[in-house]
Structure formats: structure tokens, C-alpha cells
């Protein structure tokens, strides 16, 4: 889980736009790779409200509206009534979209996180475990 945190550091500090989401191969069904997507993205908000951010409503209109987008896509379903190929093609767009979304989301916010860190003595490597 380090190597995890310490890769997508990295690569969203770049700002190179590298960061990938950890999400099913493509031979999964895009049924589970879709839920997937929408686990992934309440997971990310989960955390994302798990630290000291200001109110979202006084943040850039762009970081609430990117909030706002992967709340909704929590609730992300397959249309059953479409093709595979047209479900297979909103699937890699949700992907692209939230991919480039948290990019914007911690280049954003990364203002908010130099002011915590200069406000508190804690460190923000993750804990190791034993």
C-alpha cells in the first residue's frame, strides 16, 4: 500500500497527467468494471472528505463542480438497453474523465494541502505497518 500512496503521489505531483485508476482489466464485463469505476469514486471522495479541506462551496467553481461529477458517478450503472460497444465507449470516457479530474482536483487544491501542512507538525507519509 506504500509503493501505492508513494506512486500516485509522484505521478499527480508531476502534473504530467500519468496518474491511471486502479481499476478491473478490460476482459472483466463492463458491468464490474463500471461498479468498480463507482466504488473508486466514492472511495476517492471518502478520503478527500476525510481531510481538512474548506467548504467545497468556497473553493474554485471547477473543484465543485468535479465533486459534484464523481458523486453522481457513484451511482454508476450499465444501460442495458445499449449496445456493448456503446456502454464500452461511455465506460472509457467516465475512466478518462474522472482520470483527468483528480489531476485537476489536487493541482486545485494543492494550496489547501500546503496550508495544512504549514499549520500542523504531522508528517503525511503514510503510517507503515509492522
Known amino acids: ?37 463507482g466504488q473508486w469514486c466514492q472511495g476517492f471522495l ?27 458517478m457513484t451511482r454508476i450503472d450499465v444501460d442495458e438497453a445499449e449496445s456493448l460497444e456503446d456502454n464500452e465507449q461511455a465506460y472509457s470516457e467516465l475512466v478518462e474523465f474522472v482520470r483527468i479530474g483528480v489531476q485537476l482536483l489536487h ?11 504549514a499549520g500542523s507538525d504531522v508528517d503525511d507519509t503514510p503510517p507503515s505497518i509492522h
Do not use: C, K
Open 107 to 117: 493541482d486545485e487544491l494543492a494550496g489547501v494541502r500546503e496550508s495544512a501542512a
Open 46 to 72: 471518502y478520503g478527500l472528505g476525510s481531510n481538512p479541506i474548506p467548504d467545497i462551496e468556497q473553493l474554485p467553481e471547477q473543484v465543485g463542480e468535479i465533486v459534484r461529477d464523481l458523486t453522481a
Open 1 to 37: 500500500m506504500i509503493a501505492v500512496y508513494e506512486w500516485t503521489r509522484h505521478v499527480l505531483d508531476s502534473g504530467q497527467l500519468e496518474f491511471q485508476l486502479l481499476l478491473p482489466d478490460d476482459e472483466e464485463p463492463v458491468a464490474v468494471r463500471a461498479a468498480a469505476l
